[in-house]
């Protein structure tokens, strides 16, 4: 039972993560959505080892922190990533990284060309999302004439409305 409650936390960490990486980017680089507006100035020290550990070769780190999570944004090898850690415990909570449309599975490409296509719909963002089970998912941000849409795309190339901000 203790199990399922952490996972379920995780899950929640997990979808606010996206959410704010998402609003982050359509509000011009704020950072943070009002649920996590409340800021700490320390990165847990563990959540640094790792980065450290796991990202050896680059530079201008930046680190945003909120009471639940702290992201670091780099370039690595000229492309944007972020990395989210717990900062209770300094665990890795996920990685995200801009990607191109072309990249994203066959299916949803298909179906993303076909349901989101212009002029109704403008493609704003692809985005690689993967969590600290090495479970990848991709977020697809498309902007209509009434509203934007965040599509979640599975690794078999199903495509789901995630969440839409009018």
């Known amino acids: 039972m203790k199990h399922n409650t952490l996972s379920q936390k995780t899950n929640t960490i997990n979808k606010q993560l996206v959410m704010a990486f998402f609003v982050a980017m359509m ?3 704020t950072a943070f959505t009002k649920a996590n507006a409340a800021t700490t100035t320390t990165v847990n020290s563990n959540a640094v080892a790792l980065f450290k550990e796991a990202y050896k070769n680059v530079s201008k780190v930046t680190w945003k ?3 639940l999570f702290s992201k670091a944004s780099f370039v690595q090898d000229g492309v944007a990533m972020e990395v989210f850690y717990n900062n209770n415990d300094g665990s890795l909570i ?3 990284k801009s990607i191109s449309f072309t990249t994203l599975p066959a299916a949803a490409i298909k179906y993303i060309s076909k349901n989101y296509a212009a002029p109704n719909y ?3 963002s692809c985005i690689e999302y993967t969590n600290s089970d090495n479970e990848t998912s991709y977020y697809v941000s498309v902007e209509g004439t009434k509203a934007t849409k ?4 599975s690794n078999n190339g199903s495509v789901s409305v995630f ?3 009018k």
Request: glycine share 6%.
């Open 27 to 29: 509000l011009i680089g």
């Open 94 to 96: 996920a990685t995200s």
């Open 150 to 153: 965040v599509l979640e795309v």
């Open 122 to 124: 403008t493609l704003k």
């Open 163 to 165: 969440k839409t901000i």
């Open 65 to 67: 922190t909120t009471k």
